[in-house]
């Protein structure tokens, strides 16, 4: 029992070498720059946190992707992994997958600050891996990533809608 209490106090001890949260900051990136206050009061709202449609919502700009913020109740169905695609430390899509060819994978966007279900072209997570195009009802996505198999890559993603096109250039693709 000495011996638990022992262990026990020799794991809460805090290890000299560790980082500290700044450290960790600086080491990521998020310590440069004006710091920026947490805003208070913003908690979303649920129906916010998931994807209810597979439409652009009316009124809203189908080549104006927003930051994927809260997706806490996004469901994309069963899947063996997924990537997403990132700009300027801002997700802009996530997508993902079975490993299985025959089963299309599923993605979600932000736009007019509802989140949009997007449905893969081609299926397998070898598809979404390779950069998907995928569709909602009024707009197209598809990633471009550089050529290679790393887990992260940079990428380009094009928005389509209404017969314009948008580039949204130099944004990370990044899969697991």
Same mark, same amino acid.
């Given at each position: 029992?000495?011996?638990?209490?022992?262990?026990?106090a020799?794991?809460?001890?805090?290890?000299?070498?560790?980082e500290?949260?700044?450290?960790?900051?600086?080491?990521?990136?998020?310590?440069?720059?004006?710091?920026?206050p947490?805003?208070?009061? =913003?908690?979303?709202?649920?129906?916010?946190?998931?994807?209810?449609?597979?439409a652009?919502?009316?009124?809203a700009d189908?080549?104006g992707l927003?930051?994927?913020g809260?997706?806490?109740?996004?469901?994309?169905?069963?899947?063996?992994?997924?990537?997403?695609?990132s700009?300027?430390?801002?997700e802009l899509?996530?997508?993902?997958?079975?490993?299985d /060819?025959?089963?299309?994978?599923?993605g979600?966007?932000?736009?007019?600050? /509802?989140l949009?279900?997007?449905?893969? /072209?081609?299926?397998?997570?070898?598809?979404?891996?390779?950069?998907?195009t995928?569709?909602?009802?009024?707009? =197209?996505?598809?990633?471009?990533?550089?050529?290679?198999n790393?887990?992260?890559?940079?990428?380009?993603?094009?928005?389509?809608?209404?017969g314009?096109?948008?580039?949204?250039a130099?944004?990370q693709?990044?899969c697991?």
């Amino acid at each position: 029992m000495v011996s638990a209490a022992v262990l026990l106090a020799a794991c809460s001890q805090g290890d000299g070498d560790a980082e500290s949260g700044d450290d960790f900051a600086a080491r990521v990136g998020a310590g440069q720059g004006e710091a920026t206050p947490a805003p208070t009061g =913003t908690v979303a709202p649920p129906e916010s946190t998931m994807a209810r449609g597979s439409a652009v919502p009316e009124g809203a700009d189908p080549m104006g992707l927003e930051k994927l913020g809260n997706i806490a109740r996004v469901d994309l169905g069963p899947r063996d992994g997924g990537c997403t695609f990132s700009l300027n430390a801002q997700e802009l899509l996530l997508a993902g997958a079975p490993d299985d /060819e025959t089963v299309k994978g599923k993605g979600v966007v932000r736009i007019g600050g /509802e989140l949009i279900n997007l449905t893969a /072209e081609n299926g397998g997570l070898g598809a979404i891996y390779a950069g998907p195009t995928m569709t909602a009802d009024g707009v =197209t996505v598809k990633v471009v990533p550089a050529a290679g198999n790393d887990a992260m890559r940079t990428a380009d993603l094009y928005v389509a809608a209404d017969g314009k096109q948008r580039k949204f250039a130099g944004g990370q693709w990044a899969c697991g």
